[in-house]
């Protein structure tokens, strides 16, 4: 093929693919246009996951009538003049490609007053062609429709997962905007059902509650720096102009404490100026901050939001600005992981459990953990190098026959075995029991069924409903059987034989959040997952009170799984102390 110019149409395009990838990116760009146009209130509806219709409306500064058509070409912006401003950036758009690029793969329906014209515009665009263009009142601000995504780009529409799927992105897209900008109002309309609203009031505490419920948002603890002062070599350059008052950085936002986490990196939301982004630095430097607090293959919730001088940050480093280089990482890794310390220990500090002499790690013991010295503590000589075998003997993956001695808190069961003593969680052993249990049934595919006598209404959240709609043949080998009931409803019909005695609904329910909240690191098979969510809804819970008979068989179960030390997620089951730690725990030797 000789060299040739591609036709505007499909250039177009192309450019496009880098800025929209998905419904929710289209979601983003119409977000940060409404929020630099200065709204206060946006709203989102969308049907079909967005591929079908997403609206955006804000009562924001609107497009006057003469710049409307402008507003479609490519690289067309109201937000930057000259090189010199993209490091002195205030708004979150600079790159005048968002509009012209959603044009490009879809029919876009724009409607807009500036706030001192008379009357709006409405201007209809399908596949970069402008197809109407006309006056007509309109309230104050700007009303985006985008209808039929990647008509104009079917090989993309392939890519697309179930609507509920890509519902879902939008929706943590809609979560994250509303944790960056408590001060503005946030809704969110999928399918006909408000799903979403933040309350505007300002203050981020407020707007996390609505994203993950209050009792999360209770246990959150905040994170707020004073102003650290900016390394000297970077204080702003006086001939880039009017930067912010502040010449240092500040850290502001939540961390979750070491005792509330998830099982991916989902729920760790880093703004930088406010502004949305993916940083691996960031999250390091929290991660680190909690120290050995956190379980092997769980990650805090996070909502931090960065703020420095605009010329600090470069944000020019992908189409998408969901990335950013910082001119210097390491500052920024040590400030947030200082901060976010500061918050850890000054709120919860946790007990340390000191011993002198870890075990070494190994893979299906990350029990051993909890034998290094918690955040508040620092870590001794001894305790420096966990990769030192300091016992002759490491204790087998296989239990040793065990004398069941009691309770404590109704939580952990003390047992005594030949080579010392053993604290058992019992709602994680119970887990190891059912889940090696299920698995063999469902191995011998013999996981029974119970029928519901009267089948169960349910009605799900976006991210359940994508869960479900993920694993619906795993749900149904392991027993469930449910029929949809439209509006994101459905019936219940029948459930794993083994569930009958709780709540079948919410037991549902438990196990589609866990699903969604992300891959289990232990785990391989979808199936193999679901089965240990399964098995987390109904193994015995922490606070119950078990008889010496229940706990003697729990144990006894225990004994002959093959891997009793982790539960399912992972976790430990149980904490040893061997005879040669107690004695030299109390100094005998
Ligand atoms: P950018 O945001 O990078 O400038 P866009 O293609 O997203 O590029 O938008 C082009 C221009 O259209 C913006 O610079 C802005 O002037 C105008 N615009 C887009 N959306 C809105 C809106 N919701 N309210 C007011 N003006 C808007
Ligand atoms: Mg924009």
Redesign the pocket.
Known sequence: MPIHILPDELAAQIAAGEVIERPASVVK??L???I??G?REIKVEVRGGGQRLIR?A?D????PAA?VVT??ARH?????DSADDLFNLR???????????IAAVARVTLI?RARDEPTGTQIRVEGSRIVEQRALGAPQ??F?TVEDLFRYVPARLKFLKAPATEAGHIADLIHAYALAFPQLRFSFVNDDRLVFQSPGTGKMFDALVKVFGSQVAQQMLEVSSSEFQWPRSLHPQPETGNLNPATGIRVAGFISPPSLTRPTRKHMLFFVNHRWVQDRTLQHAVIEAYHTALMVGRAPIVALDIVLPPNAVDVNVHPTKSQVRFRDTSAVFRIVQQTARTALTTHAPIPSVHLAAPFPPRAETPALELYRSAPTAERGPATAEPSTPHLPNYPPAQLPMLRVLGQILSTYIIAEGPDGLYLIDQHAAHERVLYEQLMAERARATIATQELLDPLPLQLTLAQQAALETHRDALASVGFRFEEFGNQTILLRAVPARMQASDPRAALVAILDEMEQGEEPLEKSAEARLISSVCKSLAVKGGQTLSLEEMRELIRQLEQTTAPRTCPHGRPTMIQLNLAQLAREFGRK
Not at 60 to 63: H, V, W, Y
Not at 76 to 80: C, E, F, I, Y
């Open positions: 760009e119409l940060d246009n409404s630099d146009a709204a955006v804000d924001g500064g609107g497009i710049e507003a479609f067309a912006t109201s937000k930057l708004t979150l758009g600079f790159r005048g490609e968002a509009l012209p690029s807009t601000g700007t985006v």
